[in-house]
């Protein structure tokens, strides 16, 4: 069974860090996109970031550009976020999505078959 787990979520100061990881099981995810996504309640799920599976390509959302990194250990099956200068309108849960074998990453949540539970930030002001 293929899963997706996150960590490092938490409560934080504005202007502080956090790093989220998501490490996958069942199944290697080395030829896989993976991103990051965000939601907060009454809003979509909107995208943060993405990274090819050689971790040569990445793609950000403009909110998050300059301050969010993320980066993969395809030997350890993880991806994770960087996250630095964390502003309230950060907060939300954040979730680790792959997509099929071969492709890349896309910046629509519905090109995705796997999904992590998530994992909660909270920036406060």
């Known amino acids: 069974q293929v899963q997706l787990v996150e960590s490092g979520g938490g409560l934080v100061q504005a202007g502080g860090s956090l790093r989220l990881s998501c490490a996958a099981s069942?199944?290697?995810?080395?030829?896989?996109?993976m991103a990051w996504f965000r939601q907060t309640p009454g809003k979509e799920r909107e995208f943060v970031a993405g990274?090819?599976?050689?971790?040569?390509?990445?793609g950000y959302a403009d909110s998050v550009k300059g301050r969010f990194t993320i980066s993969r250990d395809n030997a350890k099956n993880t991806v994770f976020l960087q996250m630095n200068n964390l502003t309230p309108a950060d907060t939300a849960v954040y979730y680790c999505a792959g997509r099929r074998v071969d492709a890349n990453y896309a910046y629509t949540g519905v090109y995705y078959a796997y999904w992590g539970q998530g994992t909660q930030v909270t920036v406060s002001s």
């Open positions: 069942g199944r290697t995810f080395s030829r896989n996109g």
């Open positions: 990274i090819s599976w050689s971790g040569e390509s990445t």
